[in-house]
């Protein structure tokens, strides 16, 4: 079945610093990714998204390419910032389901 | 314009009561998914209700049930409380026949504890 896998947090930075976070998945054809910020007490809400191979998607600063040959969708960021602090979700969908399957998510923390 | 609304924010359950969760959507949406989020881990997909009817359902024992009323609010009632039932439950919102990525919008969400 479809699974998510991303790196293990927390994942602790200055503020400026740069952000790599790993996400790769096993999915049937060509799923559309996703990736989601949940801030302390807050849902889900939606950082960015990409629907097929090669597309990059970006979102205040946030950027993640879609690698097929890599199965990955790694989130980066050139320079956090301490509002970025917050529990990033990489998530798939499958063509023509509705059922989405999460990652496990991973914390951020940025120092000022 | 409000976005989701779920009530209440906070809980607390003896194992083996039942309790309801409620969910109000966005406006102009007409399609409510719940999800059951466990302390570490990333949303687990249980139902979602598009025209009062559940058209999609997770991997779930039925002591999770939903309802979706006229005007679209939802209830997620979960029978039998385990202790592994803690978590937190998400409601999200979305416009018509639409998937994860066309308007999802989720709630803050209501904190179960089973005690």
């Known amino acids: 079945g479809d699974s998510v896998t991303q790196m293990e947090g927390p994942v602790t930075l200055s503020e400026e610093a740069c952000l790599t976070i790993?996400?790769?998945?096993?999915?049937?054809?060509?799923?559309?990714l996703f990736w989601y910020v949940q801030y302390p007490g807050e849902g889900l809400q939606l950082l960015l998204k990409a629907t097929k191979a090669d597309d990059k998607g970006s979102n205040k600063g946030f950027e993640a390419t879609y690698r097929k040959e890599t199965t990955s969708f790694h989130l980066e960021k050139g320079s956090v910032q301490v509002s970025d602090s917050a529990v990033y979700f990489c998530?798939?969908?499958?063509?023509?389901?509705?059922?989405?399957?999460f990652g496990r998510g991973t914390s951020l923390i940025v120092h000022p | 314009d409000a976005g989701v609304t779920q009530s209440p924010t906070h809980l607390i359950k003896t194992r083996g009561q039942q309790v309801t969760l409620r969910c109000s959507p966005k406006?102009?949406?007409?399609?409510v998914s719940w999800y059951q989020q466990a302390l570490g881990q990333g949303p687990q997909f249980i139902f979602q209700?598009?025209?009062?009817?559940?058209?999609q359902r997770g991997n779930f024992p039925d002591r999770f049930s939903g309802h979706q009323f006229p005007n679209y609010s939802s209830e997620l009632n979960v029978n039998a409380l385990l202790l592994g039932d803690s978590a937190l439950y998400l409601c999200a919102s979305s416009p018509g026949d639409s998937r994860l990525d066309y308007g999802y919008t989720f709630g803050s969400g209501t904190r179960l504890t089973v005690v």
């Open positions: 406006s102009g949406h007409d399609t």
């Open positions: 209700y598009y025209e009062e009817e559940e058209r």
């Open positions: 998530a798939l969908l499958s063509g023509g389901s509705y059922i989405p399957t």
């Open positions: 790993n996400c790769t998945y096993t999915a049937t054809g060509y799923p559309s």
